[in-house]
């Protein structure tokens, strides 16, 4: 047998995550960039864009639970949720899990994400075929920038801030999705680990500050991804993640296996530093 | 030059951290493990123990706060606290923050980690000659069991339950501290990471729950320990993390970089999976 290969994803360039590859099930080049998805024994699938870790089978719960939920749940009746990005199918699975949902629609850039998702990854691409998905392959800045009110809630879920997701983090597109909320909207965004680099991650904040009237940070706890504590953007102009938040509502999705209705609170008590962070960019804390 | 040299621990044999050694400062065998201690460019001082992280430059502050604060806290008066292990010092050094604290007396079995953190880690060992402070090098389980009621908060801040610790996380040592405590007394106990080692982790709780009336868990975020998400125990038989909290009193603590008075609440909302494996343990949740 030749020697395992192990995949390394380095922080700041000398440290980092390393993960055996076991079985490598797809290495590609998509018109975007290279995809890859391989098994380990312990975390099961994992998928890599360019070489940076997606989703883990193991803890893609972690994020996606906790991406989705406390927005919509902010929202007394999210009917029209738009995902930017998300290809691999774990945020609209947790979207769909809300009644009032009535048009879950999915932007994503790279269709060939979605393909391979769906033939390798099954335990997130589980609600592309459900009735209240629609799949638009394209490219999100342009979606945001050709439509106008029409969602109650808008999830981005890219890739880190550099290349081709970088215009996901400027408040050209921070603008564009505001102009495409209908009154009481929400926006919510991955916003990368404040542990390591701190310039980029306040610049997020800085920027969507500077578009919406109310941003607030959240975290959970994301073991694949730098760091291993994640942070997200609540972004609204006339609502917060409490007002309209309904405890039985919450307490009847189904199937969570991170988000409970306490973390709607606890999880925007950020570590001293981060609220620090938070507060220099001028955001709520 | 020769390639540089990297550390990896690995998580379930096929996942992991892995840290570049820029420049190595000690590495040698105390009386009872391997110590080493290495630089690195963006993590600084990085102390190894039998070849697993005990702390980083970087990140220690999240550790030693999170497993200080919280409980001494709880404690109308810590007068007289005891840390089982912590030879580094930076348990000691958020201890002594607390004006209350009369008398912090750290029982460390391994003396050389003490000296050698002394001169290589100045940034925790800070409080070693702080007037309140005791140093004791010797077994915590025979101190334990050579103590009958003297402290006000007993913190165990060990290294992984396998080998010389493994019984500083079974119910025999936990009797002996439970006895040592004054009426109100608080244990508090790091317990690791609740992602990968599930039987394991569910068993320190039982076997806490089988000597304490009262026991809860509290998760927070360090990076560079295995999944970046580390939970700790709240143990005591008469009082809760909030009964005696007073948030005047913790905003007077001294340059935190991690506690926050919201995260006395906070931390102890869990993610879902950790809930409901508190809660198979018998603990409070």
Redesign the interface.
């Known amino acids: 047998m030749p020697p395992p290969t192990w995949f390394?994803e380095l922080?700041?360039?000398?440290?980092?995550?390393?993960?055996?590859e076991?079985r490598v099930l797809v290495d590609t080049h998509t018109s975007f960039q290279r995809l890859k998805i391989f098994e380990?024994?312990?975390?099961g699938r994992v998928m890599l864009l360019d070489d940076v870790v997606m989703l883990t089978e193991r803890?893609e719960f972690?994020y996606h639970e906790m991406l989705v939920h406390p927005g919509l749940l902010a929202h007394p009746r999210p009917a029209r949720v738009l995902i930017v990005g998300g290809g691999d199918g774990g945020t609209l699975r947790e979207v769909v899990k809300h009644p009032e949902v009535e048009r879950a629609t999915l932007c994503e850039i790279d269709g060939e994400v979605i393909d391979y998702s769906r033939e390798f990854l099954p335990f997130t691409a589980t609600a592309f075929d459900n009735p209240v998905s629609r799949v638009v392959v394209g490219d999100g800045l342009e979606f945001m920038r050709a439509h106008e009110s029409g969602f109650d809630v808008v999830i981005v879920d890219s890739t880190d801030p550099v290349g081709m997701a970088e215009g996901l983090f400027r408040s050209p597109f921070f603008r564009d999705v505001r102009r495409a909320l209908r009154p009481g909207g929400i926006m919510v965004q991955q916003t990368e680990s404040p542990?390591?680099e701190i310039e980029p991650w306040m610049d997020i904040f800085s920027q969507l500050t500077s578009v919406f009237s109310s941003v607030r940070c959240y975290?959970?706890?994301v073991?694949m991804y730098p760091?291993?504590?994640w942070t997200f953007a609540f972004a609204a102009d006339s609502t917060t993640p409490w007002e309209h938040f309904d405890e039985e509502r919450a307490a009847r999705l189904p199937s969570?296996?991170?988000?409970?209705p306490?973390?709607q609170?606890?999880?925007f008590?950020?570590?001293?530093?981060v609220?620090e962070m938070v507060r220099k960019a001028g955001a709520h804390v």
Chains 1, 2 share one sequence.
């Open positions: 390394t922080e700041q360039g000398c440290h980092g995550l390393t993960i055996r076991d380990n024994a312990a975390l803890d972690a542990f390591f975290g959970a706890a073991p760091s291993g504590y969570l296996r991170y988000y409970e306490d973390l609170q606890a999880a008590a950020l570590p001293r530093f609220r």
